[in-house]
Nanobody, 118 residues
């Protein structure tokens, strides 16, 4: 199985930017979908953005126009560029992939913490 590891989180001021990385242990094209999710304290985990194998991207309304998801197959990495960050964006960010081979979703990893100061 392709394993994904998130990195790039940190502390940023309101209005700032942060770029998260989702690195695959194997070939990223083995995953037909890679999604970013986040979970704020006391809240359920929510979907943020996805990129599929055609290159099409999809975004939650809450981040549309501010976040950009991209996929670099040569580097086996999916990125999430977050601009115009708001305190509401604070949370643990996770990436998760769906296998092209069998259509199953991978398990949740450790995630990376994003904190936006107000």
């Amino acid at each position: 199985q392709v394993q994904l590891v998130e990195s790039g989180g940190g502390l940023v001021q309101t209005g700032g930017s942060l770029k998260l990385s989702c690195a695959a242990s194997g070939r990223i094209f083995s995953l037909n979908t890679v999604g970013w999710f986040r979970q704020a304290p006391g809240k359920q985990r929510e979907w943020v953005a996805s990129v599929i194998d055609t290159g099409n991207t999809y975004y939650a309304d809450s981040v549309k126009g501010r976040f950009t998801i991209s996929r670099d197959n040569a580097k086996n990495t999916v990125y999430l560029l977050m601009n115009s960050l708001e305190p509401e964006d604070t949370g643990v960010y996770y990436c998760r992939g769906r296998s092209t081979w069998n259509g199953t979703w991978g398990s949740w990893g450790q995630g990376t913490q994003v904190t936006v100061s107000s």
